[in-house]
């Protein structure tokens, strides 16, 4: 019997062609046939350009990976020259000086509190790592009734089964849920559920108190508690005062769990600092990292942890040991474009030079604190978030999403809003001028948009 005929692979142009044979990510794809893909020619800088020469800044960082804009001239260096050395070796049995570099210096950046590094390719791999190696290694000290992990509402860590668990995020949960070894769920930080009269930090210690009793009722039963710091990014960009992060920490030590800080998104200098956790003055016990860690170049994920940690998985018997492999494990391409990301952190200052842009990029958006449309105007670090106040109508916050996307694209930006929260998290390198641009393209689209949005309800 013949096979399903195949669609004949004409000539097309690339968006054509990518919906004929790609299935895209975290898409709808007979949704995203009614909007043409953007087809990429290269990068420059915080700039995507397409086939048709029209230029796009990449105002999310390429879903928050990108630190220091495309085809970055002192990282395609680096990885250049390691092209010529050592592209890729197994890392059992082997090592390289990449991978030990940049253990070192990672390390280095935590006081040497999280004093081994454990690698994989991607945010999810690393949350799995993370949850496993709490998990025996309680088991291996004896106690093996420390099962149970804890995460926060709306919270995000991955979409693989175990990252999953401990993901509260309906959209991407719900059609799996019957595959899922349920973790619980504790009351989320965000400062915006602030009562008349609260501050952030009551909300943070009310939250905490929730988290508290949980850890009560389950004594001896939670291996782990996972926290994304200040801010829960894919919840859309929910920021919490840092006193969350100092009570986790004493909660997880009062009660014998281990603290898990997942700075995939907020970590390299994306809040401010170079990890999130340092603005609470607190060392989680399991880091994770990913995204930026390679500027944007490569999939490179690691687990930071303390050596109790590691300890626990030192002995003769290799079962005791943390066995856990991925063929790409420390991959030494990855590696290098993680030191070179290090290097332009140290040699140009960047967590000084961003917090000057920061402050430009945030007087530039200042119109939205006073726009009625416009709730909790927030910032942290290189994250600025803000919420349309929308019609009360189911699909209402999807519809305003795409439509500011496309508004948005028109204009040259790339800005993908979550439902009805708009967010920056551009690349590291903008200039006066393209910070001053950028925020009147935010502000334009999202006047278009809204205006639209609400035409359409008056018709409706
Ligand atoms: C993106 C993200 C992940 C998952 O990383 P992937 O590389 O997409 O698997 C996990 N945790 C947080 C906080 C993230 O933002």
Redesign the pocket.
């Known amino acids: 019997m013949d096979a399903s005929p195949r669609p004949p692979n004409g000539p097309g142009d690339l968006a054509e062609r990518s919906l004929r044979q790609v299935w895209h990510p975290c898409t709808q794809m007979k949704q995203q046939a009614k909007l043409p893909l953007v087809a990429l020619s290269h990068g420059e800088g915080p700039w995507l350009v397409d086939t048709g020469g029209e230029r796009y800044l990449d105002a999310i960082s390429s879903w ?1 990976v990108n630190l220091f804009g495309h085809a970055n001239p002192r990282i395609n260096a680096a990885l250049i020259d390691q092209l010529g050395r050592l592209e890729h070796a197994m890392l059992a049995g082997f090592t390289h000086e990449p991978v030990v570099s940049l253990s070192e210096r990672l390390s280095a950046l935590t006081g040497g509190v999280l004093g081994h590094a454990f690698f994989a390719s ?3 791999s690393a ?1 799995e790592i993370a949850l496993k190696m709490s998990f025996h290694a309680w088991r291996n000290q004896g106690y093996s009734d420390k099962r149970e992990f804890v995460c926060v509402r709306n919270g ?3 979409e693989t089964l175990g ?1 999953l668990a401990v993901t509260d995020v309906a959209l991407f949960r719900d059609a799996y849920d019957p595959l899922l070894r349920h973790a619980h769920v504790v009351a989320s930080p965000d400062a915006r559920q602030a009562r008349d009269g609260e501050t952030a930090v009551d909300v943070a210690r009310r939250a905490a108190d929730e988290l508290d009793t949980l850890l009560t009722q389950r004594e001896g039963r939670i291996a782990a508690v996972i926290v ?1 710091p200040l801010v829960q ?2 919840a859309g960009m929910a920021m919490h005062d840092p006193e969350y992060l100092r009570r986790v920490r004493a909660l997880c030590d009062k009660h014998g769990a281990h603290m898990i800080a ?1 700075e ?2 907020v970590g390299c200098g994306r809040t401010g600092t170079f990890f999130a956790s340092e603005q609470a003055g607190i060392w989680p016990d399991l880091l994770t990292l ?2 930026g860690i390679s500027g944007g170049y490569l999939p490179l ?1 690691l687990v930071l942890s303390r050596d109790a940690i590691y300890d626990a998985f030192y002995d003769d018997d290799t079962a005791r040991g943390f066995l856990h492999s991925h063929s790409y494990t420390g991959n030494p391409l990855a590696c290098r474009a993680a030191l070179a990301t290090l290097d332009i952190f140290a040699d140009d200052d960047v967590l000084a030079r961003n917090a000057v842009s920061a402050a430009r990029l945030t007087q530039a958006l200042a119109p939205l604190a006073d726009d009625p449309r416009a709730k909790h105007f927030r910032h942290r670090g290189m994250i600025w978030a803000f919420d349309a106040d929308l019609p009360d109508a189911p699909g209402a916050a999807s519809a305003f999403a795409k439509r500011f996307y496309t508004e948005a694209r028109a204009r040259g930006v790339l800005l993908r809003p979550i439902g009805s929260t708009v967010y920056l998290m551009p690349p590291y390198v903008l200039d006066d001028g393209t910070i001053d641009w950028l925020a009147a393209q935010t502000l334009a689209a999202f006047d278009t948009t809204m205006n639209a949005t609400l035409k359409q309800e008056v018709s409706a």
């Open positions: 928050w991607d945010g999810a949350v995000y860590h991955g990252a994304e990014c894919a997942d995939i998104a990913s995204k994920s």
